[in-house]
């Protein structure tokens, strides 16, 4: 099976229970014996909602499984983070990452690019250096990288997650708040920590989208009103129909992603789609 009809095609595999513990200890089994090679990134465009060009993409990451096909995140990731597989998989993935958008810089086309950092990765000593690593090599400079980090890993230990988003604000790079309505975490408290952007999750669209006849849009405006009073932009996620886009629209979002705008998809086909909106 796959899923969407465009260009991400990725094998749903969903194996039963009973296959289940099989296939955690075969990814871990793999992953061990280095399949990081067989890793690769899709980038979904996010989009400024006035002028629907695009502001940036968002590195989501693919298994190229020799035998299964492409795999989608759901398949791996959490046994990538237990195994702790998922920081040197992230460190891969943030210098390939800088490099493709300093690549995009170079040829006219520069894009913010987003990279999802886990929560182990978030409370390890090493991301600091892993970002600014990166950073280095690419020659990207600072402000181009966003780093989504979830409403969950950093409402985990809030005092902690302040200093590190600190110093992570002081290294130049954006912070990013991903998944929020997910959670049960203070809107109030999590704009209040030193952070660029707001992502609000598909969930709290889809709801919103359901309750539009009864007037629940205003509770999007309202998240997205308090965010901009603190200079804090906000995304909409999972904007997949001409009604999500409008109510995005009506509720002041910044940016938008979704399958409505732009599916994930291989570096190699950006600057076309990113072209095509252009013209
Ligand atoms: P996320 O960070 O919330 O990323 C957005 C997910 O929503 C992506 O799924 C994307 O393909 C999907 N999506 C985008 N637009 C739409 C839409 O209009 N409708 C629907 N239904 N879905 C949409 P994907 O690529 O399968 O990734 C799933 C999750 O896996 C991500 O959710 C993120 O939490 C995690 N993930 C992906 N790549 C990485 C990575 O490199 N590191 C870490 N730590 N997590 C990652
Ligand atoms: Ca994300
Ligand atoms: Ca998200
Ligand atoms: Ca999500």
New binding site residues.
């Given amino acids: 099976a796959a899923k969407g009809a465009g260009r991400d095609r990725i094998h749903l595999f969903s194996p039963g229970l009973r296959d289940a513990a099989r296939w955690r200890l075969e990814v871990a089994n793999r992953l061990r014996d280095g399949a990081v090679d067989q890793f690769v990134v899709h980038y979904q465009p996010v989009v400024r909602v006035d002028t629907g060009e695009v502001d940036g993409v ?1 590195a989501l990451l693919r298994w190229q499984h020799p035998d299964r096909g492409l795999l989608s995140p759901d398949a791996f990731l959490s046994v990538a983070e237990e195994t702790g597989q998922l920081i040197p998989i992230t460190r891969w993935l943030l210098g390939e990452t800088t490099r493709q958008a300093a690549q995009w810089a170079a040829d006219g086309l520069p894009l913010r690019m ?1 990279v ?1 950092i886990s929560a182990r990765h978030f409370s390890a000593e090493t991301l600091v250096r892993d970002v600014r690593v990166a950073l280095h090599d690419s020659g990207l400079p600072a402000e181009w990288l966003v780093l ?1 980090l979830t409403e969950t890993s950093v409402a985990e230990d809030p005092t902690r997650a302040e200093d590190q988003l600190s110093v992570l604000r002081n290294s130049g790079v954006r912070v990013a708040i ?2 929020f309505g997910t959670g049960w975490s203070s809107l109030a408290q999590l704009l209040a920590l030193p952070i660029g952007t707001l ?1 609000i999750d598909r969930s709290l669209l889809t709801a919103a989208a359901r309750l539009a006849a009864g007037g629940s849009g205003p509770v999007l405006a309202a998240i997205v009103s308090l965010a901009r009073t603190l200079g804090i932009r906000s995304v909409a996620e999972g904007v997949e129909t001409a009604e999500h886009l409008q109510m995005v629209r009506d509720a002041g979002c910044d940016l938008a992603q979704g399958y409505l705008l732009g599916r994930p998809m291989p570096a190699g086909e950006v600057p076309r789609w990113a072209s095509r909106v252009r013209a």
Avoid: A, R, T, V
């Fill in positions: 968002e987003s999802n989504e991903d998944d992502k």
